[in-house]
């Protein structure tokens, strides 16, 4: 029969979702960051320069898209929507709110996002993006949808009414790439205090001007004087010449002027910061010298550190292509279109021109060989 009694849809739950959910119904995922953890993570990007340049450079490298409409006459109404969407108070485009998503993903683990409608005209308003450590999700009415509630700083939580609004993504696990970072942060800060501690002491030249009375009873009697009034004229002497003065010391008698810690060395700080900022370097997968530090006098992007950083950047754009699709798909829902979106990534180019230019000629030399063997052997 075409025309027959409709079958009942019956929902979908997989055998291994419904045991590790058997007894309890909602399983509630690891939040991604806690209050404190989050300030943690705050504070190690301000104190630690270099993790601020690598999370910033891996955002820049993740590169530039564009929103492809399936249906072209909504193509140029969807990037004028994209362009021009307000993020927030920081900015506009979809492409300012996908940095700072991103930005949340790489320093705390997880992002969320919200797409805020205007409840009169169902035009979405603007995107939103929300504080991690202020979310917490909980499994749907199945196994492959989402709750969402959201704590208020006076304690009280309350789930989200809309859940299609939402935005979220994470990394692997919904651990932070700085994880592991802090207490290797910690050992660099107190490197760099003792450093500026010693440079305090011995970096900061001071004297010790010593003034030795001869035995005779009138210098005796006049020590204490003549030594207050050396000090005197040694203190106008030094401060004059912060405003580029100089003054001659002029003292009767044996005197003796030494620099204080004149014979102490600064301690070599440089193999065990190095092996640190190894470290770092390593858990972020960014090659040292796009962050400055030239450890080598040839150093170079080679063909292995570029596909290894490729892959990095891929990844993060995996998970960023879902989010984009979600905005432009809400935002042609709103126009009264059943269109989807897609997105078409930049392409990564991490090589340098010259080597890419080698790298074709060589291409088409071999081509051209090939060629020429097929054609003698016909």
Request: proline share 4%; aromatic share 8%.
């Amino acid at each position: 029969m075409i025309f027959g009694k409709k079958k009942k849809e019956t929902a979908v739950t997989p055998q291994l979702v419904a045991a590790q959910r058997s007894p309890l119904r909602n399983t509630v995922l690891p939040s991604a960051v806690e209050p404190y953890e989050k300030e943690l993570y705050d504070r190690l990007r301000f104190a630690v320069p270099i993790i601020d340049a690598a999370i910033m450079k891996m955002i820049r490298l993740t590169g530039g898209f564009r929103v492809i409409c399936s249906d072209e006459e909504y193509q140029d109404v969807l990037d004028r929507f994209l362009e021009n969407v307000p993020v927030g108070i920081s900015g506009r485009s979809v492409g300012t709110f996908v940095d700072n998503f991103l930005d949340s993903m790489l320093t705390y683990g997880s992002a969320v996002g919200e797409i805020a409608s205007d409840p009169d005209s169902r035009r979405i308003a603007g995107l939103w993006i929300g504080d991690v450590s202020r979310i917490r999700v909980s499994g749907g009415k199945d196994p492959f949808s989402r709750q969402y509630k959201v704590i208020f700083p006076d304690g009280e939580t309350r789930t989200v009414q809309h859940p299609e609004n939402i935005l979220y993504a994470s990394l692997i696990g919904g651990h932070s790439l700085l994880r592991g970072l802090p207490s290797l942060s910690s050992i660099l800060l107190r490197i760099y205090e003792c450093i500026g501690q010693n440079f305090d002491r011995a970096g900061n030249v001071r004297y010790a001007v010593t003034y030795k009375p001869s035995g005779d009873q009138g210098d005796m009697v006049y020590t204490r004087e003549r030594a207050q009034q050396i000090a005197r004229e040694w203190a106008d002497g030094m401060n004059s010449a912060k405003y580029g003065q100089v003054k001659d010391f002029v003292a009767v008698g044996d005197v003796d002027i030494k620099v204080i810690g004149a014979e102490n060395q600064l301690f070599d700080t440089n193999v065990p910061v190095r092996q640190i900022l190894e470290q770092l370097i390593a858990k972020l997968s960014i090659p040292p010298f796009l962050l400055g530090l030239n450890w080598s006098s040839t150093e170079r992007m080679s063909a292995q550190q570029a596909d290894i950083l490729t892959s990095e950047l891929e990844y993060y754009r995996r998970l960023l292509t879902p989010v984009i699709c979600d905005i432009g798909n809400s935002y042609l829902c709103s126009v009264g279109s059943e269109a989807v979106c897609r997105v078409e990534w930049d392409n990564i180019n991490l090589q340098d021109e010259s080597a890419l230019a080698d790298a074709r000629l060589k291409n088409a030399q071999a081509r051209e060989i090939e060629l020429r063997n097929q054609e003698t052997e016909m």
